[in-house]
């Protein structure tokens, strides 16, 4: 046993990236071999914080060919934005096909120029067979509001060039603040989610799909209180929106109650204290193809 987790080791750092999981070393998910194995597969993704998600996809994405998971924005209004990631992303890479479930926002993407399909990847790669292989596979938000899982993971095991890179990026389930709306009961987050994803069980659904977690970080905690009564009311609006109140102060949850503001969210970060590793508000995880890591 202790041989073979010896070569597991050397399979983590990518030196021979031939194992399928813990299980080939224990059969019990909570044994001591299995744990020791999923704890180096993190301790080799881990990466310092990024200091903006959109700016590490777009670095990722330069002169490479890309497709854009759920490319589509919540409203087409916004994809007039020059802040819009598939706007960006089409900008700097050499192509770039968008691919989303929405219809109308497909077919107005294809109005403004751009390579869009309305197709559902829950039913196989499809159409996009046409287009692939491609360098980086970008699912910007989008795992916390599928319900297949596996759907991500099947695409870039079928869709990566040599050497791909599959982005995905998705809210931290640690960030202090949403752990502390948990604890207050709190209901702020966006509706269309229905789970968090966590750093080892990305890792494990790579492990199931054939690929491995290379890299694993948050993005930088915001430190700064708000500023500015713009700031605080913003501030005021998420705490009593998230305990179940309205602006004019009517409780949807009851009888009126007291509203105790304790200090303004800081991402659970003091001044001056040097930032913890994943409290940021979004967690980036990079994968790559198993087979392809090992050359096969």
């Known amino acids: 046993m202790n041989r073979r987790l010896r070569q597991l080791d050397t399979a983590i750092v990518g030196e021979r990236p031939d194992t399928a999981g813990w299980r080939e070393v224990a ?87 751009f390579d869009a399909i309305e197709h559902d990847l829950a039913t196989g790669p499809g159409p996009l067979l046409e287009f692939a292989r491609f360098d980086v596979i970008v699912a910007g938000e989008l795992i916390e509001h599928v319900s297949d899982l596996d759907m991500l993971f099947r695409a870039a095991r079928e869709l990566l060039a040599p050497g791909g890179e599959l982005i995905l990026t998705t809210p931290n389930p640690y960030a202090p603040h949403r752990v502390r709306a948990g ?15 966590f750093p080892s069980g990305i890792a494990e659904l790579a492990d199931r799909n054939g690929q491995i977690l290379v890299e694993a970080a948050t993005t930088v905690p915001d430190r700064r209180a708000p500023r500015g009564p713009a700031g605080v009311a913003r ?56 087979r392809e890591t090992a050359g096969g």
């Open 27 to 113: 059969r019990d998910p909570n044994a001591g071999a299995a744990l020791a194995y999923r704890a180096r597969t993190m301790r080799a993704a881990w990466r310092e914080p990024i200091p903006d998600r959109a700016e590490f996809i777009i670095e990722r994405c330069q002169g490479r060919r890309v497709l854009d998971i759920g490319c589509v924005a919540h409203d087409i209004e916004r994809m007039s934005s020059p802040d819009w990631l598939h706007r960006r992303i089409a900008q700097v890479a050499d192509s770039c096909v968008g691919v989303d479930i929405l219809g109308d926002g497909v077919r107005h993407m294809i109005s403004l120029g």
């Open 235 to 290: 501030a005021l609006k998420r705490r009593l929106k998230g305990s179940g109140w309205v602006l004019a102060g009517i409780s949807t949850q009851g009888p009126p109650a007291a509203v105790k503001i304790r200090g303004w969210p800081h991402h659970g970060v003091l001044w001056g204290e040097r930032p913890a590793r994943f409290v940021g508000e979004t967690f980036v995880y990079v994968l790559r193809n198993r």
């Open 183 to 197: 604890q207050r009961g709190d209901c702020w987050e966006n509706t269309d989610h229905i789970v968090y994803a």
